[in-house]
């Protein structure tokens, strides 16, 4: 059977990002990317509805060793799909990629210190076994199969399409179409004002608000420093700025939320106008943050509403119609299409099976180590990025943490590093792995995440600069997690 140092699980911008850090801080580890699909991209490759861009800056969203260079820096996913191939091709990342290779189970054995990974090849439909000393999860946390989406009573009676954004047809034809897409989240966001330059008219169709806040697509002041200094330089110093502005806005949010309220609102009324009913479409019923915000480039949802060719409509849906959907207060919005841009739906690790000397493990019932470990789990680190910044910058960490683990093992001459509580961790409050964030996707899925605690190093922190020092700086010998021959 074949046997790797590191096998590395999915190839979108976490995974190329981790075989990156390996090419550069583990130079002779053999290792191998397992990508379901046949592209590099992930995320950036799988979404193709209209308009589909980051809803992060990508001075924060790219990776800390490759400067961002285009122009935008809310970019579209064409762009960001480039950006991931053409950092894996400069890194010599591609060739390590096996494509339609799906992780199905994966076997920890203490007598080898070996993971053995069980792995469908949907090309060929046969299954393969690789096995590894180290595995790094990087596969996202959505499933790919399938969104969310609520049953719809009279779903069946829509004379019209109902399109799910996560399978867009390429031919789907929306000119002059009246188009109706039920969401409000960043997915919505983007679809309406994008499909509104060709349907007749679009409706978006929201159970409730969230908070939306414009800023310009390109910022001016990274396109300066790129014209003065190095584009290293020039990409650092900008990276450092949105780092800080994203820091100080979230945590604004804690500490004043409803000054930040005031604030957001205040700005979408400017954009749409005093009479426009801000209250009912635009007002969540929660504070700033306590679910992710919506970042719109160039005011371009606003604009749109205020030209006529988008409509919002907040009320909950009664049921579809022939000829499109009625709400419960009696509104009935007509459509030829009906997007459901209506959520994701989470999976833990990416749905494989894991299990230790032939037992289950159950994810619930552990303990997080840094957001990345997990504990009594050996030779296993999950990449998860941030729910109030953007994902890269946690990804970067989680690498770089990753590659100080492989190499201090190797100095040590160790095969082995697992967390234990110790016996004052025992008494800890088990809190949810994400914590003060109320969005349904998250909440959905959360009593099958593992548990943290109160205190470091069993905290799965939103904090960047917490990370930092607890991740990039603190020795790894902390008596939690333990090495072994």
């Known amino acids: 059977m074949e046997s790797l140092d590191v096998v590395i699980v999915g190839a979108g911008l976490s995974g190329i990002g981790a075989a990156c850090h390996l090419e550069d801080h583990c130079p002779g580890k053999t290792y191998t990317l397992l990508e379901g699909r046949d592209a590099i991209g992930g995320t950036w490759d799988l979404f193709r509805y209209p308009g589909i861009r980051s809803d992060s800056d990508m001075h924060t969203l790219g990776f800390s060793f490759k400067p961002w260079k285009e122009r935008k820096s809310i970019a579209d996913g064409t762009s960001i799909r480039e950006y991931v191939n053409e950092t894996a091709d400069e890194y010599g990342v591609r060739d390590h990629i096996r494509f ?27 299954t393969i076994h690789v096995q590894c000393n180290f595995l790094m999860m990087c596969s996202g946390y959505y499933n790919y199969e399938h969104g969310y989406r609520p049953a719809f009573e009279g779903a069946d009676d829509f004379e019209g399409q109902i399109i799910d954004p996560q399978f867009w047809p390429e031919d789907l034809d929306y000119t002059k179409k009246r188009v109706a897409v039920i969401g409000s989240g960043a997915t919505a966001m983007t679809i309406v004002p994008n499909m509104a330059e060709d349907a007749e008219h679009v409706t978006m169709v929201q159970r409730s608000p969230t908070y939306v806040v414009s800023r310009p697509a390109v910022d001016q002041i990274a396109v300066f420093l790129r014209k003065i200094m190095p584009e290293k330089w020039a990409y650092a110093i900008t990276r450092f700025k949105n780092v800080q502005f994203q820091r100080l806005a979230y945590n604004r949010t804690r500490t004043k939320p409803e000054k930040v309220k005031e604030m957001l609102l205040g700005m979408v009324r400017t954009e749409l106008g005093p009479d426009y009913d801000i209250e009912k479409h635009f007002t969540p019923s929660y504070n700033p943050w306590d679910q992710r915000l919506c970042l719109i480039p160039d ?33 009935e ?14 999976k833990v690790l990416g749905g494989v099976e894991f299990t230790k000397d032939g037992e289950k493990i159950d994810f619930a019932q552990t303990w997080s180590y840094k957001g990345m470990l997990y504990s009594d789990v050996p030779n296993l680190i999950q990449t998860f990025g941030y729910i109030n910044a953007s994902w890269t910058l946690r990804a970067d960490l989680t690498s770089e943490y990753a590659c100080r683990l492989l190499n201090h093992m190797d100095a040590t001459n160790t095969k082995v590093c697992v967390p234990h509580l110790r016996e004052d961790d025992m008494d800890m409050p088990a809190r949810p792995w994400i914590d003060d964030f109320s969005s349904g996707y998250m909440q959905r899925t959360m009593h099958l995440m593992p548990r943290q605690g109160d205190h470091a190093p069993w905290m799965n922190t939103q904090n960047y600069a917490a990370d930092k020092k607890m991740i990039r700086k603190a020795p790894l010998e902390d008596g939690r997690i333990s090495f072994e021959s």
Not at 105 to 119: G, H, N, R, V, Y
Not at 310 to 330: E, P
């Open 100 to 126: 339609q290779h799906s992780l199905k189970s994966a076997a920890w054995s203490s007598e080898d210190k070996q993971w053995t990974l069980e792995i469908m090849r949907k090309d060929t439909n046969e």
């Open 299 to 331: 005011s371009d949802l606003f604009k749109q509403i205020s030209a006529g060719t988008v409509s919002v409509v907040t009320d909950h849906i009664d049921t579809f119609t022939k000829s499109g959907i009625r709400m419960q207060g009696g509104e």
């Open 333 to 346: 919005v007509e459509a030829d299409i009906i997007v459901t841009a209506t959520g994701l739906e989470l």
